[in-house]
């Protein structure tokens, strides 16, 4: 297929360029517009939210309401879902319904509203392939309605987590996965898990494809050395959430602040009140920027020395790779498929593991696990920030990570 110019139509329930996800999303349209083909995206938006793709690039949005209006019909006559946006993760960086709080009038709300800009979608852009993004509800809807067409789905990991999670949408759903033309997985670890979770069949038609990164973005070139002097600069972006060990993050770095001398840039939208409250009280030391454009993360990571990632559940995180490439020390936890893949795409990585915690669910430790898990935290990032303000680092090679880029990915999508 990637012989010729394709007609691709990209669909996501959710916003693009927001989320891990949305990153993703807006990287493949980048990289299917350089190698010359036609594209149009359907996804969820507010009514003041702008999209940035290429010049060419069709978009036919969804548009939800801020907040649940219980006036279905107000909402209708407007053009707008009655409730937020659907989120993959139950705690999105922007305001959002969880799927597992929609009710049956709520879900025929969402299809009707989705189906029908696909529907036109399908009409006026005619595409040669429809890439949907997450493996669950919108997806199986979008298969079901186009049986003949050539529908392949990606997934991201959190759609897998929420398949689990809602238990009373995985009759309607697991059918239709089942269904797809093509399955792209993150890693092999998540391709087993596809098998598991979707049925055998899906073996012989599921392929590994990885992520990509930015590397005109997140690089050296400029990067602001940290002098002999200067307190040791931590980093973390991502949404500020219970699964993303956010809070578990805050509590160690209240505890080094009297061990170590250190600056922390914390980066990403924060939905829980309960976050929000403690992030309002932060120490001198450590700065709440709220969620960034990517290219002001790329200038915190070229100015930052530690990145931490002290999530309970990923896909694959990207933002490893952007911190590798911004020369910085990533510490993250040993989320399964992360590790291997890391090691078989990145020359020399120097990333340093937090073990997993003992679980509970799918993304909740168990009150013991989350106490050991901040113990390994503490330990593990205290020897990293001893380890940079000694300077007994050493002259480690700087990893490698050019094998990773979002056109590899595109091309896999398109072979």
Avoid at 87 to 113: A, C, H, K, Q, V
Avoid at 165 to 191: G, S, V, Y
Wanted: charged share 25%.
């Amino acid at each position: 297929m990637n012989n010729k110019s394709m007609r691709i139509l990209s669909i996501t329930a959710q916003k693009p360029h927001s989320t891990g996800s949305g990153t993703y999303l807006t990287e493949l349209v980048n990289s299917f517009d350089k190698t010359g083909h036609e594209q149009a995206v359907v996804c969820g938006l507010y009514p003041d939210d702008s999209v940035s793709f290429p010049c060419g690039v069709n978009v036919y949005p969804v548009l939800f309401s801020h907040e649940k209006n219980d006036e279905m019909q107000a909402c209708e006559a407007a053009s707008l879902i009655s409730y937020p946006i659907v989120g993959m993760s139950d705690t999105m960086p922007y305001p959002s319904t969880r799927y597992r709080e929609l009710t049956d009038n709520m879900i025929r709300e969402f299809e009707n509203s989705f189906i029908c800009a696909v529907d036109s979608a399908v009409s006026e852009f005619r595409p040669d392939i429809i890439l949907c993004h997450h493996l669950f509800l919108l997806t199986s809807m979008v298969r079901k309605r186009y049986p003949d067409m050539t529908v392949y789905g990606l997934c991201h990991g959190s759609d897998l987590r929420q398949f689990i999670n809602c238990t009373h949408l995985q009759d309607r759903i697991r059918p239709e996965i089942a269904a797809l033309d093509r399955i792209f997985a993150l890693h092999d670890e998540q391709k087993e898990k596809i098998y598991r979770l979707f049925g055998e069949e899906c073996a012989d038609k599921t392929f590994v494809i990885g992520s990509g990164y930015n590397a005109a973005l997140f690089n050296t070139d400029g990067r602001i050395e940290r002098s002999d002097d200067e307190p040791v600069r931590i980093s973390y972006a991502g949404k500020m959430s219970d699964a993303k060990g956010v809070p578990e993050l805050l509590e160690v770095l209240e505890e080094l602040s009297s061990e170590h001398e250190y600056t922390a840039v914390l980066a990403g939208g924060c939905q829980d009140e309960s976050i929000r409250s403690k992030l309002e009280k932060l120490p001198e030391n450590i700065k709440y920027r709220g969620q960034v454009p990517q290219s002001e993360l790329a200038a915190i990571f070229r100015s930052s020395d530690i990145f931490v990632l002290p999530s309970f559940y990923e896909g694959l995180p990207l933002v490893l790779i952007e911190a590798m490439a911004s020369g910085m020390l990533p510490i993250s936890t040993d989320i399964p498929g992360t590790r291997d893949w890391i090691n078989k795409n990145v020359s020399d990585p120097n990333v340093r593991y937090i073990p997993m915690p003992e679980m509970e669910a799918v993304d909740v430790p168990t009150r013991s696990g989350r106490e050991n898990f901040k113990k390994d935290l503490k330990e593990i990032l205290g020897a990293a920030i001893e380890d940079l303000s000694c300077g007994t680092c050493g002259e480690a090679a700087r990893p490698d990570t050019s094998r990773i880029s979002w056109d590899a990915v595109a091309a896999s999508i398109v072979r």
